[in-house]
């Protein structure tokens, strides 16, 4: 077992270069590692904090092999990596969680049909390739539904909500030649999240459940511990250990759950890496999803998942800087002592785009969401 550790020292590939990446690669320098990033970007957010910033594309396969001589073992941050790149990359060093989880999660039919084959719960779904087998799979799941392509779906990218039959024509022209996934819309109760972890020899730490809230599909504010009965939080962990088990995952996984109104669980999507919910783990847990992800890349023993206190995060997306004219009022939002700033170093805040979160804990999750929704509001207020 101990000749499989990598220990502090070791450089670590990753592959992806945004935000992500660059919290894992600030918790991999805090355990002493280096980092190599690589990417089509430069000076991107983890390429900032890396050692080095390999920028070229992900199809260059003779790159990525240069690129994994020189690491112990790769890990992402993007899932959207094209198969051939892990493959490459695996032909080196060990990739982690591995190409096949990568080439199953990247894809939400393929993805869909695991989970439905090995028992998991998830959203009714049909394939649509052709006008008439999206006709043929609206008559099976009724409407409203939701067409989503099958590939490069992330924060509602590449999705419509089908209210009427008349939509029909024009939202199959919409996935433009893609193969295309039709959903049930699945009136939730409230969306959760489980951030996990699986090691080398099989062990298993959840993160508490998260709680999610969106805007316009992305995620605006995350709470922990989610306000379920405990016995759901118990059968969402329990969920999300049958899944990183059965894809023998090493590395850290993400499961995002619908919580029907009938109390039961639903999985929507699958993440084979750290998780926008997970932000606030750095702020609020023993271990952060980056430094998990890193302990279970590594082979080392997973960190204490334990939530220390109550916590909310929320998402700073580039529109706030063309509501305040101009760069936020840093200043203010940290008026309040027990709000965390973490800023990715992106120059350019388009609207949209994710630029850094907001963490506070409390001593109730009522009292984090407060002060963190109220810590964004102030970033609006003049200098
Ligand atoms: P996704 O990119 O699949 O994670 O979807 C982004 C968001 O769209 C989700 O977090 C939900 O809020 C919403 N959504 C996606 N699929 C469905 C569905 N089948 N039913 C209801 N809402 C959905």
Redesign the pocket.
């Given at each position: 077992m101990s000749n499989r550790i990598i220990l502090p020292g070791a450089t670590l590939g990753v592959l992806g270069s945004g935000q992500l990446g660059r919290m894992f690669s600030i918790a991999a320098r805090q355990l002493g590692y280096r980092v190599h990033i690589y990417s089509p970007d430069s000076d991107s957010p983890a390429g900032q904090i890396g050692d080095v910033e390999v920028a070229a594309p992900y199809e260059d396969l003779d790159r990525v092999r240069e690129f994994a001589r020189g690491v112990r073992v790769v890990t992402f941050e993007f899932e959207n990596v094209p198969s051939a790149t892990s493959e490459a990359a695996a032909e080196i060093v060990p990739v982690r969680p591995d190409g096949r989880i990568l080439h199953t999660t990247q894809h939400?039919l393929r993805e869909k049909e695991y989970l439905s084959r090995n028992g998991f719960p998830v959203?009714p779904f049909r394939s649509v390739e052709s006008l008439e087998s999206l006709q043929k799979a609206v008559g099976e799941l009724g409407l409203p539904a939701?067409l989503?392509t099958a590939t490069f779906?992330?924060?509602?990218?590449g999705?419509q909500r089908i209210a009427r039959i008349e939509e029909l024509p024009n939202a199959f022209e919409q996935l433009h030649g893609v193969e295309g996934i039709l959903?049930?819309?699945?009136?939730?109760e409230r969306?959760i999240s489980v951030v996990a972890a699986r090691g080398l020899d099989g062990s298993f730490q959840g993160f508490p459940v998260f709680e999610?809230a969106?805007e316009h599909?992305i995620l605006d504010v995350t709470v922990a511990p989610a306000g379920i009965p405990p016995q759901l939080h118990r059968e969402a962990m329990e969920l999300a250990r049958g899944i990183l088990d059965s894809l023998r995952v090493v590395g850290l996984l993400t499961v995002?759950l619908?919580v029907t109104r009938q109390g039961g669980l639903l999985v929507?999507?699958l993440a084979p890496r750290t998780h926008n919910s997970g932000h606030l783990t750095m702020d609020a847990c023993p271990t952060s999803q980056f430094e998990q992800q890193l302990r279970a890349v590594c082979g080392l023993p997973l960190g204490s998942a334990a939530l220390r206190a109550p916590a909310a995060m929320a998402n700073l997306l580039g529109d706030i800087w063309k509501l305040a004219g101009g760069v936020p009022n840093w200043a203010a939002a940290l008026s309040d002592p027990s709000i965390k700033l973490h800023l990715y170093g992106k120059a350019v805040p388009r609207v949209g785009r994710k630029m850094g979160h907001l963490t506070a804990t409390a001593a109730t999750t009522a009292g984090a969401v407060a002060a963190v929704r109220a810590a964004r509001d102030r970033l609006l207020l003049p200098y």
């Open positions: 939400r959203t939701i989503k779906g992330y924060d509602g990218k999705q959903e049930a819309c699945v009136d939730f969306e999610n969106h599909h995002e619908f929507n999507e």
